[in-house]
């Protein structure tokens, strides 16, 4: 039975709306009230729709997302036209939420702004105490503060251009890329990985946690367009850097450097005494380093499984055309696509 044929369609949308955890809230161009749900008039004490017409900054102050002298995020998604997720918020009561602030345009007409917001309070609880557990596995304050502080970039790239729409930074970056790519490292382990003859399980788990801390990132905003090659370093430098920090500083083994010092060199620009016992270390690497650059920057799922050597990959994607299973063999090096698209063209780490 379609569901038109239990309520009118009106009442079907009120019905879903109001059934939903996630608080929705409408402003109009002018930031007042249009609607609200069931879940955001109850955050917000509201017992009827005299929600209607309040403005939105000067009678929900505990929603606003503050940023110091810096337009709320509210406005900057009015005016760059360009979604904001995941934005956190903490309110008055100490719960957590996390929104999203999505424009409203309708033939090519700002109409205003969608608001959704989820309880995350718990979530973010759990994810605390890993991150302190993850903390003391660092070895010592100084990476944990330079991973705390390198930032990441969501953004949005356009072909015809070449240049990037900056749609969210990712304030401790740093940290979540490494997280990410230990996650997905212990996904891979699971899956047996470590067991191949090559990939040793310790040597990678350092070389991931150091190899981007020589990393020096551009200050950007969302909303700004660059052109990636003028403002982002050359990645290959921070790799040299990475490995010299790696070596010098940290007393890592060497195979450890060498990936470090390699990770953004293809694999046809290695050098010749790159010794070929590294080479499975090093692609799982490049396709870890990889794959949690996307999972980092947002939206991004993805799957394994393990046959002898060779590595399936499957990417979901929050853009679908970057959807695509691939498949790599650990220790010849050969790529294969089984579906679109190409694993050259998913979301490169920089
Ligand atoms: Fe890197
Ligand atoms: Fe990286």
Known sequence: MKPHALVSPGTLL??????????????????????????????????????????????????????????????????????????????ANNRLLSMNVVPLVENGRKRGVLLTGQDITDLARMEEELDLAFALTLPNSKVEHKLKTTPEYADRYDPVTGKITILRV???????????????????????????????????????????????????????????????EESKLHAYRGADIAEHMYKLPADAVEIIRYHHHAEHELPAHFPWRLKPMFRLFQVIDGLSAAITRGGVEVQFSLHDCTLRVTEVNARPQYNGTWEIDLYTGSRKRLTQPDPASATPAR
């Open 170 to 232: 990712i304030e401790d970056g740093g940290y979540r890329h490494v997280v990410n790519a230990l996650r997905i490292f212990a996904a891979l382990r699971a899956q047996g990985v470590t067991q191949l003859i090559g990939i040793e399980k310790d040597l990678l788990v350092q070389a991931l946690i150091f190899h981007d801390l020589g990393k020096s990132q551009p200050n950007l905003r969302p909303g700004d367009v660059v052109h990636p090659r003028e403002v982002f």
């Open 14 to 91: 009120e019905h879903v709306l109001n059934s939903m955890d996630e608080l929705l809230i409408v402003l109009d161009p002018a930031l007042h009230v249009a609607y609200m749900n069931r879940a955001a008039r109850d955050l917000l004490n509201f017992h009827d729709d005299s929600y209607v017409g309040r403005h939105f900054f000067e009678d929900l102050r505990p929603l606003i997302v503050p940023r110091s002298n810096r337009p709320t995020v509210i406005e900057e998604v009015l005016a760059s036209g360009l979604p904001q997720r995941g934005i956190r918020r903490r309110l």
